[in-house]
Every structure is written in C-alpha cells, then in structure tokens.
C-alpha cells in the first residue's frame, strides 16, 4: 500500500522569504501524480500544484514550485517570497496513474505553515 | 459556476442518532469521495464511488454508510455504530480514470456530536 510522510508538524517564515516543505513516499508503481493542497483557515482545500512521476521536470506555479526526486521518492514544496496569505496547513498527496485504480488521493499528515510579518 | 456543495456548514446531533450528510457536485464528474479530517491526522477516505449505484469501502467505513442513486449526489450517513464521529467532513469529486485531474473539494462539514 502506498504511504505518504511528511515530517514536518509545523514550518514558520518570514514575510518574503523562502520556505521548504518536505514529502516522502512509498510507493512500488512507477506511474502517479503528486500533489500539494492548501487548506487555509477557512478549511477549503485548495490545489497548490501537481507533478506527473513521468516528467522529469519540475512543476512550477508562480512562487510554488517542486523538487521532485524519484528515486529517492521525495516531492519537497517551496514556497519563494513568502506572503501572509501562505499561512495553511498544507498537505502532500499521492494517487496512482494505473487504470481501473479507486483514483483516490493518499495524503500526508500535513504541515502547518505560519508566516511572520 | 461549477462546484461541490455540502450542507450543512455545522452539524451537531445526540449520540444515538443517525445523521446525513449533504454533497452535491455539478462539475459532471464520475468518481465521488468522503474523507474525514481529524487533527494530526491528515485526511482519512471513508467511501468512494467511481459511477452512479456503485460504492466501495474506504479506510474508515466502519460506522458509515452512502448511496449512489444519482451522479450529482453522494450522501453520508454517520450511524450511531460510529464511535467517535465529532470530525471534519469533506466531500470531493474528479473524473474517472487515470489521469492527473486533480481532486475538487466542497467546503466541508463540522459534525458534533455530544
């Protein structure tokens, strides 16, 4: 069964700075998407970026971007030049690529991310 | 617009009485799902459905049943067999099929129970 860890209960930045947040995970398919949510507050879960396991390149929105490594089945978030409206729980998640699967989402346990004026 | 839609926002019940829960969807999607929320513990699936009058069990069915009678609609009945069902629920929803569309959520709803 696939796993996802992230090991990290609570990150604090700075307003403007840069932040990591790491995901590990376990999986024994060769073909998924990962994803990172935000859930601010106001509890809505929000889509932050996705990677295809396929692409070897790193999925990039904005001022959110990915390290994804494969083989070491890691999929870590950065967050550049912080903003206050950052500040969310933010999770990782896995869902298998392989046809006929439940399409389900794995999620981590989260990260609390704080931003400081 | 497009959307997920639970209702109620808060929800608060008896132990010893069932309890429903709302989820509407009108994004034309196949699969629907429950995840409950409880702190630290990330979001945990309870049922899913990948087309209409079929369901399967999540992680943490036990206590929970659903029905599929329509695509729109994916409702949640928290039963009193259900042990500790004061969480956060959210509904979700995405088209079928291996792809990388991503999971669309509803707002959720807080369940107490007392």
Redesign the interface.
Known sequence: AQTVTQSQ?EMSVQEAETVTLSCTYDTSES?Y?L?WYKQPP????I?VI?Q?AYKQQNATENRFSVNFQKAAKSFSLKISDSQLGDAAMY?CAY?????G?????I????TLLAVQP | DGGITQSPKYLFRKEGQNVTLSCEQNLNHDAMYWYRQDPGQGLRLIYYSQIVNDFQKGDIAEGYSVSREKKESFPLTVTSAQKNPTAFYLCASTFRGPNNSPLHFGNGTRLTVT
């Open positions: 209960p073909d998407y994803f106001s509890r809505q879960m889509l996705r295809e999770f869902r298998s690529a392989h046809g699967a439940t399409n389900k989402l999620f981590g346990t989260g």
